[in-house]
């Protein structure tokens, strides 16, 4: 299970056209049998033919059936950075990203025909491991466990999925990983203007107007967790002792951790909402989250 918050790519458009175009383009690449026109090669395709045409194409379509499968989670599970920074920024960063991660491209099959790289593997690797950079930084655990004496959180699965496509065509499909992830790096370095920049608002507003809406999932409104506290039936509250009964009150009391807040709100949850919903709980980011996804199916039942 992915604990991304709001199921299908609400407030995330730019991660739901990824995601069409790259699957559509796949599978069409598969029926028709032209899979072999996506993948980056420098001899003989750009130095020979000028078929500069693939630094482009290379980005837009899966090669294997393990490739789209673990490639099409990991984009869906990724549009929790869009949701995090905004459609404009994400968009921008999906265009940075991609263009650093053709330049690697390029120096990497300049220097590793020396030792037997001819192509990279096709994909938007540069897309899924820049994102996945970003999701390391900036998207907190909402739980940990141990097992064995070892740590575990909700974010090793899609690691894991990670290192699934990683060696899904090893090792042109590590190289073009390896790539993305150098480009999500270098996208965070406070010393670069990537982060700054944007889309002109000329090109900003004809995709609003034309492109947008035709991407855009359905704005489901939240119910108040006070109407759904009341439209709700619940079990009798369990005895608690005197004990635990005042460590809930004055933990109702206090301001809710940032980490919890953080937390909470990446998985698409709004801040007035989450801080309800933390003090209705006395502090306590599973029974939070619990009430938060009560609203929301609440909602979606109506």
Known sequence: MLPSGPSGFYNAPVSKGVFLFV???????????FKHSFHLQLFP?????????????????????????????LIYHMRLIE???????????????STLSTIFYVAVLASGHYFGLKYVSSGPYAIIFAALW?????????????????????KYLPYM??????????????????????????????????????????????????????LMSSNVQRP????VQERT???????????DADTIAQASTENPPEEQISALESMGF???????????SGNDTNRAAALLLDGQEGQNMQ
């Open 23 to 33: 699957g559509i383009n796949s599978l069409l690449s598969a029926v028709f049998k």
């Open 45 to 73: 395709h750009i130095v020979r033919d000028h078929q500069f045409w693939r630094l482009i194409s290379t980005h837009c379509a899966f090669r294997s059936s393990a490739e789209i499968l673990f490639g099409s989670l």
């Open 83 to 97: 949701r995090q920074w905004g459609t404009s920024k994400f968009a921008s960063f999906v265009t940075i990203t």
């Open 134 to 154: 970003q999701y390391h930084a900036t998207v907190p655990a909402t739980w940990k466990s141990q097992l064995l004496g070892m740590s575990f959180s909700d």
């Open 161 to 214: 999925m990670a290192a699934q496509l990683l060696l899904s065509s090893f090792p042109n499909s590590a190289v073009a990983g390896v790539c993305g992830l150098a480009a999500g790096m270098l996208y965070r370095q406070p010393l670069l203007p990537f982060q700054k920049w944007r889309y002109p608002q000329a090109v900003r507003s004809f995709c609003k107007a034309w492109i947008l809406p035709l």
């Open 224 to 227: 108040s967790l006070t109407n």
């Open 233 to 243: 039936p619940r079990p009798p509250a369990p005895r608690t002792s005197n004990h």
């Open 270 to 280: 709004q801040r007035e909402d989450v801080l309800a919903a933390l003090r209705m």
